[in-house]
């Protein structure tokens, strides 16, 4: 017989919905409702059978297999940890204590997403505001280079273009979207205005846009293929707009300017505070990877990229990054929880990381893991574990166990390492 | 050599639900082994859709499918995932970010034969 279980918590973005249920059926998740494309295969498409963990292929005991990770990691001259972004924010803290007790560098995926937007916020501030606020509030809304219909696919529904809030009593019809992008996507489709800009030119537009707030005018037709007449339009709104909120993505952290571009409008959307109220916020992709960021900045204050090699937090992007460590072969042993760097990294950085020894947590397979000497198959944090995950405007919500496994959680394995490794 | 193009990467949907079957699965391969070019382009080079193509830079090379998209022309786009990877210098510029958008790089038509992916 099927029970309800409800609330259900999906971490696979940044949105973090937590109004999902889902039927279950003997331990068996068969139905979620409420659940997007995306997020759908978490609950669906998991196998929580239990594994046993293996050392060079072969099953081994859980002893067995902490034991060797242990002896890796004290092996190690330079121990690097990196993931994070999908496990609960408990394990975090216990990786960031790893980190501490080992002296290893740790880097989570922030590096190769939003780290140059957090270096923008150590250089100008951030901002901001809660999802919440911009539901009930927001009259103008700002997508720059993201495309939250592939990414987010319940961020317009939930926050930012449709939902009826305590000043959006018409929903979509009450809020102005514009997007700023170098291609028309699914998430240009449902603006009032689409601006197209070349690849590369969004640190010049922000600039001119700067410029046409402080009522001044660039002596050019246009700026990075968009007609100024168009950024004039542009600037008027955003300084007589009732709340306006920019969210961002990787068009502007991975183009060649990277934190520069993120600064240029984080400085943008402070300087509109002047005229009305404004907000910025990145468009987080995995799930807790707010929570990593967090759960580094309260434990060593910094959000990224820390090494505990000289026995105090040091913070270093482009040094103590994982891609960086990896290309440098600055590392010689790697623990990778809940990422897959294997398949994702540029592929001089994937391929060090399959020469060195690795010890990998993740639920599923992954191609870091068929490289990895020691695999910990763990649980899903808001599948059949419970912690907590932080939303993309970090806010902390509760991920639930929706079924009961005898799988162990990333937690207890980071601290059954730590303990083996004093 | 093939004719110079600029690369994005980025999600798309079908990217999503592919990481769920897993990388090794037809599913997530389709959905990340194509490259979405504008119809100029596609016409310019004689490709038509699913007609494989070279793409190559600095760091390496990728064969992949042309697909007619919207991107404009000197735009190409590829779903990030694994096959994009060879393509991506891990140079960082001190931030840790690889340039995942922005790259220069030669795309051309695969005469070689073969079956698209």
């Known amino acids: ?422 | 050599m093939g004719e110079r193009f600029t690369l994005i990467t980025g999600r798309t949907r079908k990217q999503a639900i592919g990481l769920h079957k897993g990388k090794a699965s037809p599913e997530y391969r389709e959905a990340t082994s194509y490259v979405e070019m504008s119809p100029d382009d596609m016409q310019r080079l004689g490709l038509v859709d699913g007609a494989l193509v070279q793409v190559h830079s600095v760091a390496g090379s990728a064969r992949l499918t042309a697909r007619t998209g919207t991107v404009p022309s000197g735009l190409v786009f590829v779903p990030m995932g694994t096959e994009i990877n060879a393509l991506i210098p891990a140079e960082t510029g001190g931030t840790g970010m690889p340039p995942f958008k922005g790259l220069e790089v030669d795309v051309s038509r695969d005469d070689g034969g073969g079956e698209t992916l």
């Not at chain 1, 279950?24 to 196998?47: E, H, P, Q």
Request: charged share 20%.
């Open chain 1, 1 to 422: 017989m099927s029970t309800i279980v409800e609330p259900v918590t999906c971490s696979f973005c940044g949105c973090v919905c937590d109004d999902l249920s889902a039927e279950v059926d003997n331990s068996r998740i068969v139905r979620v409702r409420g659940a997007c494309s995306s997020g759908l295969g978490m609950f669906t498409g998991y196998d929580p059978a239990p594994r046993k963990p293996t050392v060079d292929g072969q099953e081994v005991t859980w002893e067995e297999a902490v034991a060797e990770a242990a002896a890796i990691l004290k092996g190690a001259h330079s121990p690097l940890i990196y993931g994070l972004s999908s496990t609960a924010s408990e394990a975090q803290r216990k990786a960031v204590e790893l980190a501490d007790r080992i002296g290893a560098v740790i880097d989570s995926t922030s590096s190769v997403c939003h780290g140059p937007s957090g270096l923008a916020m150590q250089a100008v501030g951030e901002p901001t505001c809660t999802l919440g606020e911009i539901r009930d509030r927001a009259d103008l809304i700002v997508f720059w280079g993201c495309n939250p219909d592939a990414s987010h696919l319940r961020h317009f529904a939930r926050f930012s273009l449709t939902p009826k809030g305590a000043l959006t009593t018409n929903g979509r019809q009450d809020r102005t979207v514009y997007v700023v992008d170098v291609r028309p996507t699914g998430t240009t489709k449902r603006a009032d205005h689409f601006l197209q800009v070349d690849v590369g030119s969004d640190f010049e537009v922000l600039t001119t846009l700067r410029l046409l707030v402080r009522g001044k005018e660039p002596d050019v037709e246009s700026v990075g293929g968009i007609p100024v007449a168009d950024l004039a339009e542009l600037a008027q709104r955003l300084k007589s707009c009732r709340f306006g909120v920019a969210f961002m993505g990787m068009g502007l952290t991975m183009t060649a300017a990277r934190q520069l571009n993120v600064a240029e409008l984080f400085t943008l959307v402070s300087e509109l505070n002047q005229y009305t109220r404004f907000s910025v916020m990145p468009m987080r992709g995995h799930g807790n990877v707010a929570g990593a960021d967090q759960v580094l900045s309260w434990t060593t204050g910094y959000p990224f990229a820390v090494s505990f090699a000289r026995g105090y937090p040091q913070f270093s992007p482009g040094e103590f990054s994982a891609v960086d460590m990896l290309v440098r072969q600055a590392t010689d042993a790697a623990l990778i929880i809940a990422s897959d760097p294997g398949a994702h990294f540029p592929r001089a950085a994937a391929q060090y990381l399959s020469e060195i020894p690795t010890i990998v947590l993740d639920h599923a397979e992954s191609v870091t893991a068929s490289h990895a000497q020691v695999v910990f198959p763990t649980a899903v944090y808001g599948v059949d574990a419970s912690g907590t995950a932080y939303r993309m405007d970090n806010i902390p919500i509760p991920l639930h166990k929706v079924i009961e496994t005898e799988r162990v959680t990333d937690e207890d394995v980071l601290q059954r390492i730590i303990e083996a490794v004093q």
